[in-house]
C-alpha cells in the first residue's frame, strides 16, 4: 500500500484524497519514493496515520509487513498525535545508520512544525537516500 491508500476490497480504486494531501501532494511524493528505491535499490515506504502506542512498536510492526522487510525504509508519520518514526531493515540499517536516520528525522520535524507535511516527507526521503548511496 503507498502513501494515502486505503483498502476498499470491492476492487475500486482507493479514495486517496480522503487524507492530508492534496493530488498534486501525493504525485510529488510518489515520485520522491521512486527515485528513493530507483537511486539506492531499498524500497522506501511512507505510511501517515494514526499509530498505537507504543509508537515505536507499531511502526515496527507496519515495517514487518512490508514485501521486503530487510531492504525496506519506512517513514511512519502521525501528524495528529506529533510522532514519527524511521524504522530500517536489517540490510538498510547498514546503508543508513540510526544517526542519519535521525538527522533526517530532525529535518523533517522542522518542515512539520512549519506546516509543511508533504515537504517534509519529500526532504526526508531525500537525505535518506542520499545517505544510502547507490546500490
Known sequence: MTVGEKQTGTGTPPEVLDGPFTTRQLLRIDEALRL????TGLVFSVYVGGL????REHAERLHHQLAEPDRSV???VSPNQRQLEVV?????????PDTYARLAALSMVAAFGGGDLAGGIINGLDQLASHAGRA
Request: positive net charge; aromatic residues 0%; glycine residues 10%.
Open 74 to 76: 519506512l517513514i511512519a
Open 52 to 55: 498505537d502506542e507504543p509508537v
Open 88 to 96: 530500517t531493515g536489517r540490510h538498510a540499517r547498514k546503508r543508513i
Open 36 to 39: 528513493a528505491d530507483q537511486g
